[in-house]
Nanobody, 118 residues
Framework: QVQLVESGGGLVQPGGSLRLSCAAS????????MGWYRQVPGKQRELVAN???????NYADSVKGRATISRDNAKTTVYLQMDSLKPEDTAGYYC????????????WGKGTLVTVSS
């Protein structure tokens, strides 16, 4: 059973930064594309960023230049550093693990709330 546990959310002022962490357990971490998604009530969950390896990353246009995704395979943890936060970044942020070969194997964390407000 794959478990994903997010942490690091909270209240931050516009222009501020935060780092989200997602600790994975119960699987071979390197077999998975790790991603961060976000969702606001009434809207679809959307990709923020994902990472296969250190140099293979993908970002949503809305966060390019402000977000950095990274992974520590030894710690089986994926991080999302977000800078220059905007009120529109307010959302629930969810960690996802997608098996590289078996597309049906996809797991989600319970999410962590990020609120950007003064």
């Amino acid at each position: 059973q794959v478990q994903l546990v997010e942490s690091g959310g909270g209240l931050v002022q516009p222009g501020g930064s935060l780092r989200l962490s997602c600790a994975a357990s119960g699987t071979i971490f390197t077999n998975y594309i790790m991603g961060w998604y976000r969702q606001v009530p009434g809207k679809q969950r959307e990709l923020v960023a994902n990472i296969i390896s250190g140099d293979k990353t993908n970002y949503a246009d809305s966060v390019k230049g402000r977000a950095t995704i990274s992974r520590d395979n030894a710690k089986t943890t994926v991080y999302l550093q977000m800078d220059s936060l905007k009120p529109e970044d307010t959302a629930g942020y969810y960690c996802n693990a997608q098996h590289i070969l078996a597309r049906g194997l996809s797991y989600w964390g319970k999410g962590t709330l990020v609120t950007v407000s003064s």
